[in-house]
């Protein structure tokens, strides 16, 4: 990594891939992470509490947030029971997601369907797996290599008529039917305030990872009327945003 031969004060990150890389290159620069999907999981620290070493930050990941998706998502679909998850097996984050994700599943009674998708060439077969399984309704995470292709994803869904629920307000706001997950905005302003506690002496290692502490239900009720879906006025009535 070009930036430790520099070299720097500090390295700030969003994801788990560019955080992952930062590890790779140095254990004695500071590195902020922002975003990322599993912390433990993936090994960037070995817990929460107590990082180490030279990495803190915080995780896009809160306590049983998969489980709410699925749920927010039953309300809408009250008879779902075939769901699609899109996750990258190079993400070092995801197998614990992927995890999280069938146990949830298991506990509403649906099907899971994985797709993984590691490069741009293997989402033609992810949608025909889909349309092949009739999928009701599609998750994914917020990996970066898949955040390159959304606008593709989100065409897919809408032509044939599939809910997605993403993880942030953004995916939301570009088409897709529901988002549940953390405020990016809020995780960039706290991975700002380590930033500035560690510039000003504090060690990484002093400095517990922070789970998200603000969540938003965003509901595009634009892109639900164009693929035929009627969502309740009591569920439009507790989204934090509804794009109209």
């Known amino acids: 990594m070009e930036l430790v031969h520099r070299p720097v004060d500090l390295i700030a990150t969003f994801g788990t891939p560019p955080t992952l890389a ?112 009739r999928t009701e309704a599609f998750l994914m995470t917020n990996d970066p290599f898949h955040q390159l292709s959304i606008g593709r994803i989100i065409d897919f869904l809408a032509n044939n008529r599939v809910p997605g629920m993403f993880v942030t307000r953004e995916v939301a706001v570009a088409g897709g039917v529901l988002s549940y997950g953390a405020s990016l905005p809020d995780l960039f302003r706290r991975g700002a305030m380590y930033v500035h506690k560690i510039l000003q002496g504090t060690k990484p290692a002093d400095l517990p990872v922070e789970q998200p502490v603000k969540f938003e239900l965003v509901v595009n009720l634009k892109t639900a009327k164009a693929i035929g879906l009627t969502i309740p006025d009591a569920f439009l009535a507790r989204a934090d945003e509804v794009i109209e």
Do not use: C, Y
């Open 22 to 133: 930062a590890k790779q290159a140095t254990t004695t620069i500071p590195i902020v992470m922002m975003g990322v999907g599993d912390p433990v999981g993936s090994g960037l620290v070995p817990s929460l509490a107590r990082p180490g070493g030279n990495i803190t930050g915080n995780t896009i990941l809160g306590p049983e947030v998969t489980g709410k998706r699925l749920q927010l998502l039953k309300e809408v679909l009250p008879s779902l029971s075939r769901v699609a998850f899109l996750w990258n097996p190079d993400n070092g984050s995801h197998p614990a997601q992927l995890a999280e994700v069938r146990g949830a599943v298991a506990t509403l009674g649906m099907k899971l369907l994985p797709l993984a998708v590691r490069s741009p060439d293997e989402f033609d077969n992810a949608f025909t797996t889909m349309i092949r399984e």
